[in-house]
């Protein structure tokens, strides 16, 4: 048996969420590199066209297209215009999300966590909390709600779920919404994939630790906040995009077919494996 040809996604039709940078590009690059049609999908219009243009460039077959997943009827139109100009949909990166706000990261980079401020809580404003709420879990379920409407029919698809290894870790009020959203994420995960596999829709999630890209402002790319962080990570050093693009490539593959509900934490080797 020719394992390679196990991770052949040629022609797979493919969305991705979030994908104007960071992890979604990467997601996008790494498929479309490797012959997937991919559609990144992304709320910054100008970036998810000047990415696009960049992979065209490349000789890629990408696209494009603006939509933010908390305006759910503007994300169907979208994922179900990338099914049609496709013929088909056979991986979905649930991945648009947002952090919680300055500080989360960089306020316990290191060996030590300050004590969470009194009253955190109660400042904890309705609309951040539901902004985070709104966009990391609300906007994976509109997500897989449309792949899944695609995939079902043709008993074949990946979705493919961003989660966090804050899903496991508890840091106090400053991020209380985002932990909330991604914990709720891991379990939605869960109960997807406990739905789907009977249809031959695999539904994994990806748990990412500590890796540079620009969401909260692109507080990760201070190389002081790398520096601590990497102190305390086996591996000592921080993830990067590129670095996720091999995991990506084996959950939207047929190499994926027999395994579904799990959260593959990726984090420099602290607390890497396999949670079902």
Known sequence: MNVSSRFDVAGFGVIVTGGASGLGLAYGEVLAAHGARVTLIDVDADAV??????????????????????DHP????????????????????????????????????????????EGAIER????????????????????????????????????????????????????????????????????????????GIMVNAIAPGFFVTNIGGGHAHNPEVQDAMGRVIPMHRVGWPDDIKSLALFLASPACEYI????????????LGMAD
């Open 49 to 70: 066209a000047e990415q696009a243009a960049r992979l065209q460039g490349e000789g890629l077959d990408v696209r494009g297209a603006t939509a933010d997943v908390t």
């Open 260 to 271: 579904t509900g799990q959260e593959i934490v990726i984090d420099g080797g602290w607390g």
């Open 124 to 199: 904890y404003e309705s609309e951040r909390w539901g902004r985070v709420i709104d966009i990391n879990l609300s906007g994976i379920f509109a997500t897989a709600r449309a792949a899944a409407r695609h995939m079902r029919p043709r008993r074949f698809g990946r979705i493919v779920i961003t989660t966090s290894l804050a899903a496991t870790t508890a840091e106090g009020a400053i991020g209380s919404a985002y932990m909330a959203a991604k914990a709720g994420a891991r379990h939605f995960m869960h109960v997807l994939a406990l739905e789907l596999a009977a249809d």
């Open 74 to 117: 503007s994300l169907d139109r979208v994922i179900d215009d990338a099914a049609e100009r496709y013929g088909r949909l056979d991986v979905a990166f649930a991945n648009a999300g947002i952090d919680p706000g300055v500080g989360f990261v960089g306020a316990w980079a290191g060996n030590t966590r300050p004590r969470v401020p």
